[in-house]
């Protein structure tokens, strides 16, 4: 079946650090993948997506690549701010006739230092 | 910004007893899921919910859970004789179209004892 795993994490770094987090699916068709985070005490949030190979989604200056060849949407931001502390979900969706149920990878906690 | 509601925000319950956990989802969605997470594991989906019946449900969602939408508003998840293992944060979402982006509530805490 689809799955997805994450770096392992807690992730903690300084302010204006550059930040990457590695997601990696495995899927029997044409996902669309996701980053989903989620603030303390709130829901998660969809933070960006790519719906097909080479796609890059991007918001509040995290990016991430759909790489069809070597299976990755690795989560990257060039300079992290206190306020990004969160847990980040890499996720992946099948298109097929049932729904879209989202499949998660095990989440990455990041903490950002001042 | 219309958003997911959950409620409430933390059940505890005792073995054996049946929960039910509500949710609002978005008013002009039309596809409702729960997911839970069990503490330090991953988001799991439980099963999906379109035009008054569930489209999909995975294996966790056996003969103990239920969903329902009751009215036009308000979508039950309900677990019939809850058991230690259920302890975990239920989330609910909702999308417009089974593709769209789905949209997720802040959880429900159960905790059982």
């Known amino acids: 079946g689809d799955s997805v795993t994450q770096m392992e994490g807690p992730v903690t770094l300084s302010e204006e650090a550059f930040l990457t987090i590695n997601c990696t699916y495995t899927?029997?068709?044409?996902?669309?993948l996701f980053w989903y985070v989620q603030y303390p005490g709130e829901g998660l949030q969809l933070l960006l997506k790519a719906t097909k190979a080479d796609d890059k989604g991007s918001n509040k200056g995290f990016e991430a690549t759909y790489r069809k060849e070597t299976t990755s949407f690795h989560l990257e931001k060039g300079s992290v701010q206190v306020s990004d502390s969160a847990v980040y979900f890499c996720a992946l969706s099948e298109r097929g006739t049932s729904g879209s149920r989202l499949t998660f990878g095990e989440g990455t906690q990041l903490t950002v230092n001042p | 910004e219309p958003e997911v509601t959950q409620t409430p925000s933390h059940q505890v319950t005792q073995m054996g007893q049946e929960v039910i956990l509500r949710c609002v989802p978005i008013?002009?969605?039309?596809?409702f899921y729960w997911y839970r997470q069990i503490l330090g594991q991953k988001v799991e989906f439980l099963v999906s919910?379109?035009?008054?019946?569930?489209?999909?449900k995975s294996e966790i969602f056996d003969d103990q859970f239920s969903v329902e939408r009751p009215d036009g508003s308000n979508f039950t998840l309900k677990i019939r004789s809850t058991k230690l293992e259920d302890s975990a944060m239920y989330f609910c979402?909702?999308?417009?179209?089974?593709?769209?982006?789905?949209?997720f509530g802040p959880g429900t805490r159960l905790t059982v004892l």
């Open positions: 899927a029997t068709g044409y996902p669309s």
């Open positions: 008013s002009n969605h039309l596809y």
């Open positions: 979402a909702s999308n417009r179209g089974r593709s769209d982006t789905q949209y």
């Open positions: 919910f379109y035009n008054n019946e569930i489209s999909e």
